[in-house]
């Protein structure tokens, strides 16, 4: 249990020290508090850029071992740190974030509220993480192909016939996924010294953390605080994301970074705030670099917030198009490589929009309307999210008294229901549907039903914001 | 949040995580999320009970990448038997036709040797697992 406790700790306080070190230019002269709630954003930034980095040192040839990592990892903090001296005074004021205003005390009871929430929170967070250092992930993908894919790409490479079967090699299933998560995996086995799977929970736990403290960093001073820890509470308590965390499935971290991208781009789309769209470029990257469900993922909102938010914020708009486009050519060199040795993907493009092929596939149709409807309207797997953030946009919608923004509101129902289209679809189409509709689907919802609840949590605050400004 | 504040939050997490954890009957939601019957470092298998011996076998595989080995099991350890050899014995490869093997790593049946090849060495390892180095003739 120590070299598990020391190991993955060790490994990611690297991770926070290089995302520090690439934030440090920008937070240069915040208070000590100032820069220790940056320490979620730390992490998800260094595991982002450092696995990024590493994916494309991986399809350069190289073994990805503690040794590359190393390396990896002292280059991007001198890169960060070179930045830190050389950055001129005028750009860092533009990209760094201004310290929000103190919140006006709510009055004794919000701020009980507020209190309680934040109590509730961290309580639960710290059972999560007890509860992951005892406990090895359910799910086998785990430790049939995301894990082994990590060990091979430190002791093999790159190894064609390990991810293609040459040369009367055993391929890995699922070839087409992206090579972020497992190489993150393996280095929590090397650091821990040999392989312990509660170390892919323990991860998991950590960037749970992360997550949570991104998303207070990125929300505060825009959600006031009973609003926030309430509504971040509710985001994490969800009993099937708590479950999956603790299954090792990839789609949780998935599931954070769409979802952290979402929340800098609504950071940056309210507050101007350049950092945040910088952020939006980081976790996007990540998110392509771990599962090949990012793309539709971060197509949805990306398309729903252009829809709704372009009449009145075209030019910001514009930039998280071209921050999540940097985002997405940090996957071209996979990209290149699996069109180099004909990867195919899981779902074909043809049978998507394939109008024939659909119509005698409706069998897995009914399959599909009837399993992924009873994910979002499951009380016991996700509480009330998906009904909340359609009524929260319903009720905004009402009560918006400008025409303009009305379009807003109704961003929250349909992101709902185009999502829930969009799985139905994906599952309609896919030749495997029938099995994939029992043995992954109820994974393909987290990331969805983490942007309803914080979709909610942001609703609440406009609401209760329209409603005294008005 | 003011000194008081931070203070009750502190409080009432150590009351929070006292509960979770030396009560750990105390709610089911908890008992799942802390994980009462803690599990060990080994993959969850589905049917394997025996990580150990195939820890064992990695160790006598050896840590090159032109190893390879071939897998013989039946329908109920199958994919557990797969799961532990692509976790520990990389760099060696697994192959779909024994006549390109190396090793031959058996578990739950009997090594199903073919006439072509010669056993150089024959290891036993544990009730169910037997490791057979061949060698083409």
Not at chain 1, 250 to 268: E, G, I, K, N, R
Not at chain 1, 338 to 365: C, M, P, S, W
Not at chain 1, 456 to 463: C, K, S
């Amino acid at each position: 249990m120590t070299s598990l406790i020391v190991g993955t700790a060790g490994l990611n306080l690297v991770f926070v020290a290089v995302g520090y070190a690439l934030l440090a230019p920008v937070i240069r002269g915040s208070s000590v508090r100032g820069w220790l709630s940056y320490a979620g954003v730390a992490l998800l930034v260094g595991v982002a850029v450092t696995g990024v980095a590493l994916c494309g040192a991986a399809i350069a040839g190289a073994r990805i071992g503690p040794a590359a990592f190393a390396i990896v990892a002292a280059l991007l903090m001198a890169v960060g740190l070179a930045a830190y001296g050389r950055l001129p005074a005028r750009t860092r004021t533009r990209l760094a974030h201004a310290e929000p205003p103190a919140h006006a005390r709510a009055g004794r009871r919000l701020d009980g509220v507020a209190t309680v929430g934040c109590a509730l929170l961290a309580s639960m967070l710290c059972v999560a993480v007890i509860g992951a250092f005892r406990s090895t992930p359910w799910l086998s993908d785990v430790w049939t192909f995301w894990l082994p894919k990590g060990i091979a790409l430190d002791k093999n490479g790159l190894d064609p016939g390990l991810w293609l079967g040459h040369g009367g090699v055993v391929e890995f299933p699922v070839p087409d996924y992206p090579l972020l998560w497992s190489i993150v995996l393996n280095l929590d086995i090397r650091f821990v010294g040999r392989v312990d799977l509660r170390a892919v929970n323990v991860q998991e736990a950590y960037l749970l953390l992360g997550f949570a403290g991104t998303i207070a960093r990125l929300l505060w001073g825009i959600v006031r605080p009973w609003i926030l820890w309430a509504g971040i509470l509710f985001s994490l308590a969800l009993p099937e994301l708590l479950r999956h965390a603790q299954g090792g499935a990839a789609d949780v971290p998935l599931s954070f970074y769409v979802t952290a991208a979402l929340v800098a781009a609504t950071a940056w789309l309210l507050r101007r705030w350049p950092l945040a769209l910088a952020l939006v470029g980081v976790f996007s990257a990540a998110a392509f670099s771990i599962k090949s469900e990012s793309y539709p993922d971060t197509a949805i909102w990306l398309v729903l917030l252009t829809a709704v938010a372009w009449p009145l914020a075209r030019r910001p708009i514009a930039a998280v198009w071209g921050a999540v486009a940097v985002g997405a050519l940090s996957s071209a060199p996979w990209l290149a490589w699996k069109a180099e040795h004909h990867v195919a993907n899981q779902i074909h493009l043809g049978d998507l929009f394939g109008f024939g092929y659909l119509r005698h596939h409706t069998a897995t149709l009914h399959g599909a309307l009837h399993t992924i409807t009873g994910h979002f309207t499951s009380v016991r797997e996700w509480t009330f999210v998906f009904p909340a953030f359609v009524l929260v946009g319903i009720v905004g919608a009402v009560l918006e008294r400008r025409p303009r923004r009305r379009l807003l509101w109704l961003g929250a129902p349909a992101f709902v229901l185009v999502s829930w289209a969009m799985l139905v679809w994906l599952f309609w189409a896919d030749r495997e549907g029938s099995f994939r509709l029992v043995y992954s689907a109820y994974r393909l919802v987290d990331v969805f039903a983490l942007i309803s609840a914080l979709g909610a949590t942001v609703g609440v605050e406009l609401i209760i914001r329209g409603r005294r400004s008005g | 949040m003011s000194t008081r504040d931070r203070a009750a939050v502190a409080a009432i997490v150590v009351v929070l995580v006292c509960i979770g954890g030396l009560l750990p009957h105390v709610s089911s939601p908890i008992d799942r999320l802390i994980n009462v019957k803690s599990n060990g470092a080994e993959p969850s298998y589905v049917n394997l009970r025996d990580d150990a011996p195939l820890r064992d076998a990695a160790r006598i595989i050896p840590n090159n990448p032109t190893a390879t080995y071939f897998l013989e099991s039946n329908s109920t350890f199958g994919l557990d038997l797969y799961g532990a050899a692509v976790l520990y014995f990389p760099p060696a490869r697994e192959v779909g036709d024994i006549r390109l093997a190396q090793w031959i790593v058996a578990y739950g049946v009997k090594p199903d040797i073919p006439a072509t090849v010669r056993i150089v060495r024959r290891d036993r390892l544990g009730p169910n697992l037997v490791l057979v180095r061949i060698e083409r003739r």
